[in-house]
């Protein structure tokens, strides 16, 4: 089999034996150890002078490189999240378009893929993971590496209206087309890459469905991304201890839970789910003191500055509401700002009668997956989940929400708090078949499978045909 090469903004390396991150590293790591390869990336470290570093455990190298904080500022700060990010999540509200930033982000793509370039085998399959590398099959094209690459994008892909609002939009979507198979979530993402390449630049549809634009004949695909069922069940059910967080109500039963895990970002919907909930404990009195809400919500990005600005809104609202309803006994949120360990998350999601969902836009949100499968068989929780996250396609047995209906949003808390037995194992093993149907290797193995066995048609070295209007 020949190796697998795969290129992240960030290199997670697991060390043997260990799966203690989340999904994605994991479906990556796997891959890597099934044919040897190379995880190549930024190391996550910022510097006038940037060192690479190359590591080779077992069958796998790991070879990671420091960013100067010009690269890191236009890059990362700048077009990968100040700019993609919010139009990708369809925020052009937020977003910022500089082209200082758009030309640091090219820059670092054609720098990453000539450094890259050595380390290649002819054979050696490429896999480009998400936003931040759209540029990286063009910058390696043009570098002359004919080998297959494929890309995966982890979050949603707009729609074409929401797209041109990015001025280079047209040059952006042609680095695309330089890639063998491009992966998405869902069907609505690949259709709207579909519908920009069809109407904006006069791509073709071929009659075995790849597609043609800008001279280049690739394929785009479906491949939802999954967790790994067993290995959380395990970890949720080996987990003791998880009910110290909970107080008793009156009658001294532990209060009913309510849990919210994601990265402090705005997509997430943090600001509305805080709302969603003062609301339903103002619509519902009699919850008040029965239940808690638990929001884990590590920081993220926090140098980039609409961040900062969504934590303080956080924290003034979950001060409100706490300063409004708490009692000496009874505190309604827990608004928890910093990262918890694996295992505990897992059986967090265990205890929780409620898993609260709400992204306003989401790829696919694996917290959604993760709560479900952390279930005891035998007395689920309810899923509360957004339709606008990549993971409500396929968990069509949650109760789903639209995160902008405040008042709605309440009443499924309400309805979930007092759903029978029968109905959430009901619901519960619906969602179970879909994650074991679409689970994590699958997502690997399907996409990994196509990106090996397409064939297209011979590629144009670098000097493109340009149909755009
Ligand atoms: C992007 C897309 C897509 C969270 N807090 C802690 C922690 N986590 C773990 C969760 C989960 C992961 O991080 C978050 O994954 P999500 O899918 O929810 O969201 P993004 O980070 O935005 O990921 C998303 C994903 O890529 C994969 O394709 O689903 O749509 O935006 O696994 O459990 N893990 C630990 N401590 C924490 O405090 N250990």
Redesign the pocket.
Known sequence: MSRLVVVSNRVAPIKEGKV?????AVGVYDALRQSGGIWFGWSGEVSATPQTSTETVGNITYVTMGLTKRDYDQYYRGFSNATLWPIFHYRIDLARYNREEYEGYRRVNAMLAEKLKPLLQPDDIIWIH?YHLIPFAEACRMLGIRNRIGF?L???FPAPEILTAIPPHNELLKTFCYYDLIGF?TDTDRLAFQDYVTREVRGIIEPDGSLTAYGQNFRAGVYP?G?MPDEIQQTAASYRGRRQLIGRNSEGGLRQMIIS???L?Y??GLVERFKAYETFLDRYPEHRRNVEFIQ???T?RSDVKTYQAIRQQLESEAGHLNGRLSDLDWTPLHYLN?????R???GLFRSADIGF?T?LR???????K?YVAAQDPNDPGVLVLSRF???ARELTSALIINPYDTVGMAEALDRALRMSLAERKDRYEHMMRAIRAADLGAWRDNFLRDLRSFVSRPKASGTAQVFAL
């Open positions: 203690a991150a989340g999904g994605l998400d995966f982890h979050i949603p979530q991304i967790v895990v994601d990265r970002d997509s997430k884990i919500a590590p993220s910093k990262s918890h360990e694996r505990i998350l897992m969902v992204p989401d790829g696919m949100n694996l917290v959604a993760e996250a990549g993971a």
